[in-house]
């Protein structure tokens, strides 16, 4: 298996803060005291245990850092983790952001991990798990469970909602995890580590795992010697359905006046960015790996014409109203298609034809308070093939949208599930609040400008409130003025370009884009929309 996931390398040198790591060849048995006052594995079965394995089996699939809060179920399986070498421990605030960083991760690297204590951890990362699902991402949400002694005794736990049942977090992640496993046993422990980490892959969505704290250091013997490698049978197309598929199409786009070319989410899931890229020259109205949802679709008000449309998903065809091919990979179906389609730039032509560019912001008169779009266009000057844009939701969606990114530069957001508050835990892991801490431990070089308009500006578009206000903290220098702004940026790029940097730009609460404006107006009317009569 290529365990090459992406192109981000992240530091996997551990913080000084950190606890000394011995080697793989390192004797030890249970954990004891360093003189230190750390733990230290010393047993000749150290690598042999159900924690060191469970280490080795995410560092092959191409982990090197893992995100955690550390809990009392969760602490001998941390030791046991972070003696692992070229797998480093990234603590976090709270499991929202832990959650958060691992899905960054994985949209950096392909795969992300993190480890939480028993429920009031596992509940509370819920949420990030729920994005990552949406968005296709394959997390490995790993959580420390109650001691295996303590199943079927009706004993009330800590950190539990008061009943007996150990099952309450499980339940709720079975519905946005591909995968659960339960391990309070070591007979199968093996077997259900490596199903879940492979399902993860296999389907690119997360996965649960729960390991009784009882169990992360106890060595057994199906953890000794060299692991089976991961073996994923490769998904292959319908050779049939692939031909017929492309036939279909052909005929359909070589039919068409003006066919325009768009991309969806789904291509990275598809691993077909690459195959996209050889397409574009087409210039196809085609629509590869969409997601049509109610935002996507500004409130249902933009829904396409399926009868002119092609829409390829992961792995199927579907040619306007007609037939639906299934068993089609999207990557073997758009390598195939750039070799048989014909080019017809019509639609761009006419689009470079009536193309007016967006304007040039007014010059801001000297001292006068800041404007969105006059930071965007700050923004757009520091962008290169060695940045990426993280989105916050929100009115970054749009404004975000209309940068010109260069080759290489990276862009991420999270439109399907729109959790507030992703982008900086994100960041963390790509490359909240709470955790610009834990960037600056770890040494991260981040540029992160919040936009301050005094409330959730989105929500206010949608259905305004009382409830939409933040109460904003004095608590530091701020940027009011673009005067201000470009000195902030010159010192961010300039003299602390080796530091994390947070710019703190404070805009009037209704400087908002246009598209927010239009885009929140027919969401308002969507949600808004009565009852059909019984």
Known sequence: METMLGSLQLDSTPPNDSISKPTEN??????KKTSGGGPHLSSAS???????????????????DVFSVPGDFNLTLLDHLIAKPRLTNIGCCNELNAGYAADGYARARGVGACVVTFTVGGLSILNAIAG?????????CIVGGPNTNDYGTNRILHHTIGLPDYTQELRCFQTVTCYQAVVNNLEDAHQQIDRAISTALKESKPVYISISCSLAGIPHSTFTGDPIPFSFSPRL?????????????VAFLNNAVKPVLVGGPKLRVSKACDAFVELVDAYAYLFAGPIF??????????????????????????????????CVLMKDFLQALSKRVNLNSTAYENYRRIFVPDGVPLKCEPNEPSRVNVLF??????????????????????????????KGCGYEFQMKYGSIGWSVGATLGYVTAQDVST????????????????????????????????KNWNYTGLVRTEEELTEAIATATGEKKDCLCFIEVIVHKDDTSNELLEWGSRVCAANGRLPNPQ
């Not at 990552?132 to 490995?140: G, H, K, T």
């Not at 197309?237 to 199409?249: H, I, P, Q, R, W």
């Not at 005094?454 to 206000?469: A, F, L, Q």
Request: with cysteine; proline share 4%; aromatic share 6%.
């Open 26 to 31: 390192d004797t030890c048995s249970p954990l």
């Open 46 to 64: 150290s690598s042999a245990t159900l924690g060191r394995h469970l280490a080795r089996r995410l560092v092959e699939v191409g982990i090197s």
């Open 132 to 140: 990552a699902y949406s968005e296709n991402l394959p997390v490995i």
């Open 237 to 249: 197309s319908n050779k049939m359905g692939l031909e017929a598929a492309v036939e279909a199409t």
């Open 293 to 326: 949802n109610d935002y996507s679709s500004v409130g249902y008000s933009l829904l396409l014409k399926k009868e002119k449309a092609i829409i390829v998903q992961p792995d199927r065809v579907i040619v306007g109203n007609g037939p639906a091919f299934g």
């Open 377 to 406: 266009q700050h923004i757009q000057k520091m962008l290169s093939h060695e940045t990426a844009v993280i989105a916050e939701t929100g009115d970054s969606w749009f404004n975000c949208q209309k940068l010109k990114l260069p």
């Open 439 to 470: 960037m600056m431990r770890v040494g991260q070089k981040t540029i992160i400008f919040l936009i301050n308009n005094g409330g959730y500006t989105i929500e206010v578009e949608i259905h305004d409130g009382p409830y939409n206000v933040i």
